[in-house]
T-cell receptor, first 127, second 110 residues
Framework: EVQLLASGGGLVQPGGSMRLSCTASGLSFSDYAMTWVRQAPGRGLEWVSGISHSGDNTYYADSAKGRFTVSRDNSKNALYLQMINLRAEDAAVYYCAKTAMTTNRRGKVFYYGMDVWGQGSTITVSS | QSVLTQTPSVSAAPGQKVTISCSGSSSNIGDNSVAWYQQLPGTAPKLLIYDDNKRPSGIPDRFSGSKSDTSATLGITGLQTGDEADYYC???????????FGGGTKLTVL
């Protein structure tokens, strides 16, 4: 069974930093792209960041550019999201998701969906 | 304001059929596959439809997906009370080089 376990959330002050981790099991992790999606309380899903299976290609929502960095360590079956300069509006449940996505030689992305989701890790931003 | 537009809520009686629409543009739905997700209260989203109209293993054929130009539709037949959830469409936006979601549609089974 494929499982994704997110960790690293908690309370952080505005302007602070936090690193989320997502550990995968039951799959060949290095074969798959991964995505971070967040959901603020009472709000809808927001795509945050994605990374190719090799880690060579990374993608960010405008809200994350310059503040968030996605990375992965395929030897550890782990996905990370490093966040700096956190704001109140970054408070949310952060989900990691296994993603069916490929990129051709021209850089065009072919996206099919996120088929396995972790349980979510909550970040609270407050002083 | 979401890049993809969904009707905020729909409702129907048990056993009936409902459709949920998702409207986008040439840079997202018009250029990429659409996926649909179901989110039951307090749980992580679950993939219902991928690549416009394909169902993952274990998803009943009561759920179907279709796409035309820059719009996509999720259909649910034989509604059950357990289908009450939020439903989201999602795809890739080639202009943004980022994933995008609709704002979500809350389904109530009366």
């Amino acid at each position: 069974e494929v499982q994704l376990l997110a960790s690293g959330g908690g309370l952080v002050q505005p302007g602070g930093s936090m690193r989320l981790s997502c550990t995968a099991s039951g799959l060949s992790f290095s074969d798959y792209a991964m995505t971070w999606v967040r959901q603020a309380p009472g709000r809808g899903l927001e795509w945050v960041s994605g990374i190719s299976h090799s880690g060579d290609n990374t993608y960010y929502a405008d809200s994350a550019k310059g503040r968030f960095t996605v990375s992965r360590d395929n030897s550890k079956n782990a996905l990370y999201l490093q966040m700096i300069n956190l704001r109140a509006e970054d408070a949310a449940v952060y989900y990691c998701a296994k993603t069916a996505m490929t990129t051709n030689r021209r850089g065009k992305v072919f996206y099919y969906g996120m088929d396995v989701w972790g349980q979510g890790s909550t970040i609270t931003v407050s002083s | 304001q979401s890049v993809l537009t969904q009707t905020p809520s729909v409702s129907a009686a048990p056993g009936q059929k409902v459709t949920i629409s998702c409207s986008g543009s040439s840079s997202n739905i018009g250029d990429n596959s659409v996926a649909w997700y179901q989110q039951l209260p307090g749980t992580a989203p679950k993939l219902l439809i991928y690549d416009d109209n394909k169902r993952p293993s274990g998803i009943p054929d009561r759920f179907s997906g279709s796409k035309s130009d820059t719009s996509a539709t999720l259909g649910i037949t034989g509604l059950q009370t357990g289908d009450e959830a939020d439903y989201y469409c999602g795809t890739w936006d080639s202009s943004l080089s980022a994933g995008v979601f609709g704002g979500g549609t809350k389904l109530t089974v009366l």
